[in-house]
Structure formats: C-alpha cells, structure tokens
C-alpha cells in the first residue's frame, strides 16, 4: 500500500489507544486488514461503549472530550492526529459506531499499482 510506515504505525497505535480507553476488561479489540485490487483498509474494533451519536462529528476535532461520562483520561489529541497523518498520505479515516456496541475505525490506502 502506499502509505509512510513509521506514520502509519503512529496512527494505529492511536486507534488502538483509544480502543483501550473505551473498552472494559475481558473485552475484544480487534485488527484486521482488507485488500483490494485498489485499496488497503486496516480496522480497529471494539465491542466496547461505543460512541454517542451527537459525538460522532466531533471526534476528529482537537481537545474535543464528550460530555457522557467516561473513564478514559486521553485530552482529545490521539484521534485528531490519527486523521492526520492518514489525511496526510492521501489516505483516509473513517468510523462507524453503535452506543453499548462498539466501534470501527478504518484506515483507508492506495494499493502500489
């Protein structure tokens, strides 16, 4: 895939911080990866709390904390950087949640032709 892998690992890592902070234990973090003839897609999975809907557009904002109570102690910084450095390879970042189901980042790269 084209991408910057020290970056890319970065990104991850805070995709997968993040899951940390949002799941309970004995819970189940997943990552995968999906190839295509154009796109390399790597997910991070959670079946943890999920994300409130009137949070979902501002997750990727900087120093953006919800309101719902959350034992997470992060100040808003790893999913806005995640989203930039993806961005910043022509990549991109997306997330799909259920409340008290979980969450599913998605990393989202060209394939080298």
Not at 72 to 81: H, M
Request: proline residues 5%; glycine residues 8%; neutral net charge.
């Amino acid at each position: 895939m084209l991408c910057d892998s020290l970056w890319t690992k970065e990104a991850l890592a805070n995709l997968v911080k993040n899951a940390l902070e949002h799941t309970s234990s004995g819970s189940t973090i997943r990552i995968t990866w999906q190839n295509t003839s154009l796109t390399t897609r790597i997910l991070v999975s959670d079946d943890g709390c999920g994300i409130p809907p009137e949070d979902i557009h501002h997750i990727f904002k900087r120093f953006y904390r919800s309101q719902t109570p959350s034992h997470s102690q992060g100040i808003g910084l790893g999913l806005p950087l995640a989203k930039a450095i993806v961005e910043g390879q022509s990549g991109i970042l997306s997330v799909q949640s259920h409340p008290g189901e979980g969450t599913t980042f998605t990393m989202s790269f060209l394939t080298k032709p």
